[in-house]
């Protein structure tokens, strides 16, 4: 596609809950970021793809969280039990070919929201 | 481990008047630098990049960005500001090393109001 597709745009959940956020990067991009992004708060680093491996999964803030890619392509990241410390803008970006001088492209985000 | 700081919450600035977001950054190696801008409700997009080279860096919308490898700076910088560049600015360091993480830092983010 033209850019970085991420859904839903919006969620919300109840407590306890699992969900499903969904990125389809920029076609031929090979590495993929998440980021979470809390009300009044930075960028903060979650995982990073490149291909459909998982080398740095440093962010991931707890067990509850996990993400995966199929190839090569699409990526789903996943939060089981939210809570509502998890609600924030979930943003995903790509970049071609994994290169540390490329720039990330993003989209649009996932707001979730755990009531 | 890298970080990256931007100092001030929040720069006003009169419509017109030259405008400076700050950013500093500590990394172990060589740093590739980002500025992104982030307009409420929508995703960030990308601004510039230093790579090597040139300290000064021109991007889009008419930024421009510095590198001070001596004082591990970045500023973001436009010579005169428009209402339309009201929003959120975050800048961003990824280290150049040979192997490891190819993790993207950013900072908390500069909110610029520009002023009418």
């Known amino acids: 596609g033209a850019g970085v597709s991420q859904s839903p745009s919006n969620k919300v959940t109840e407590k306890g809950k699992d969900v499903e956020l969904r990125c389809d990067p920029i076609s031929g991009h090979t590495a993929l970021y998440w980021y979470r992004q809390s009300l009044g708060q930075g960028l903060e680093f979650l995982i990073y793809f490149q291909g459909n491996s998982a080398p740095d999964k440093s962010g991931l803030p707890s067990d509850r969280f996990s993400a995966e890619r199929t190839g090569g392509s699409v990526s789903t990241l996943t939060i089981q039990r939210t809570q509502q410390e998890d609600s924030a803008v979930y943003l995903c970006?790509?970049?071609?070919?994994?290169?540390?001088?490329?720039?990330?492209?993003f989209g649009q985000g996932t707001r979730l929201t755990v009531v | 481990a890298q970080s990256v700081a931007q100092p001030e919450d929040q720069v006003n600035v009169a419509e017109g008047n030259p405008l400076t977001v700050k950013c500093t950054y500590s990394?172990?190696?060589?740093?590739?630098l980002f500025w992104y801008v982030q307009y409420p409700n929508r995703g960030l997009q990308f601004l510039l990049k230093y790579i090597t080279g040139d300290n000064l860096v021109k991007g889009s919308y008419g930024f421009e960005a510095e590198f001070n490898k001596s004082q591990t700076s970045f500023h973001l910088k436009k010579p005169s500001a428009l209402v339309s560049d009201s929003a959120l600015y975050f800048c961003a360091v990824r280290v150049d090393s040979g192997a490891g993480s190819y993790q993207l830092t950013f900072g908390k983010g500069t909110k610029l109001s520009v002023i009418p």
């Open positions: 990394v172990s190696g060589n740093p590739y």
């Open positions: 970006a790509s970049s071609s070919e994994g290169r540390k001088n490329t720039e990330a492209f």
